[in-house]
């Protein structure tokens, strides 16, 4: 199957006067202008190139590689705008148009924007939207703590920087946990730091590597949620009941429970400890 808006792995078929013509395995063909064709090829070899409608709302391929795919998150400057939207470069000859429906404020020309690209039903063409909630949940989220993820930084709040992750899910990013200049738009590497109780999730730039180095935080952790978020236990309790509890020593349990309340995932009872959920 031949996939608008994506990279294909397609079979140089017949070399005609206006290109090459690529095929899937199921008999689709496609396209591949002069102007995209390499310097040397063979017939019968794979190339890949990416797939959109041109001008003429024909399936046609290129070797060029667009700034946004389907399915994703990208900024993109507004080449014109018209009656129709606003057309983003998107590094392929043929303009991505925003329609005026799906720009969440009226777009200008020069601008800068976070868009989605997907497939519009209707006419079967490659757009995108600046209205992205709606194309983001967290009602299902199949994350776990400290799991590498990737980001968008869509806007900056009061509190930190709201992300794009995985291109599913929104999180935020708290101004402590940010140690470089980040920007709208960048698409940087992030780790989940906590999976709330109404599945928002907060995220931590740090690298990943710094947690795994901390197993006893994830250890206590992960025993504080089978728990109901609350282990009577603390630094007062006795070496046996934590090595029960966790199989881990006091002093270790110790170092982990500063790890989760420096980060801010647990709070510190008077009886023991919970899981934050503010």
């Not at 095929?23 to 190339?47: A, F, H, M, Q, R």
């Not at 282990?231 to 170092?255: A, G, V, W, Y």
Request: with cysteine; glycine share 6%; aromatic share 8%.
């Amino acid at each position: 199957m031949i996939e608008l808006g994506r990279i294909n792995n397609l079979e140089i078929l017949r070399d005609t006067s206006v290109g090459l013509f690529l095929g899937d395995e199921e008999g689709n063909d496609v396209l591949l202008p002069n102007k995209y064709v390499p310097s040397t090829y063979e017939i019968g070899e794979k190339i890949k190139v990416f797939c959109y409608l041109d001008y003429d709302e024909r399936p046609v391929a290129t070797t060029l590689e667009p700034d946004i795919m389907l399915g994703e998150f990208r900024l993109l400057q507004v080449a014109e705008v018209n009656e129709f939207g606003a057309f983003m470069e998107w590094g392929l000859e043929k303009h991505l148009l925003v329609p005026f429906r799906e720009q969440r404020v009226k777009m200008k020309e020069g601008q800068w924007y976070v868009v989605h690209c997907y497939l519009d039903e209707r006419s079967s063409r490659l757009v995108a939207s600046n209205k992205l909630d709606k194309f983001l949940s967290n009602d299902n989220i199949d994350l776990k703590v400290w799991e590498q993820v990737d980001l968008v930084v869509t806007r900056q709040t009061d509190l930190g920087w709201e992300v794009i992750v995985n291109e599913r899910h929104k999180g935020l990013v708290y101004f402590n946990e940010v140690f470089k200049p980040i920007n709208i738009g960048d698409v940087i590497p992030g780790c989940i730091k906590t999976i709330r109780k109404d599945n928002k999730l907060d995220i931590s730039l740090q690298p990943l590597g710094a947690k795994v180095l901390e197993p006893a935080a994830t250890k206590i952790y992960e025993v504080l949620k089978e728990h109901g978020g609350y282990l009577p236990l603390h630094d007062k309790s006795s070496p046996e009941e934590i090595r029960d509890t966790f199989q881990m020593s006091k002093k270790t349990f110790k170092k982990g429970v500063g790890t989760l309340y420096k980060e801010r995932k647990i709070k510190l009872e008077s009886d023991g400890i919970s899981l934050n959920e503010d």
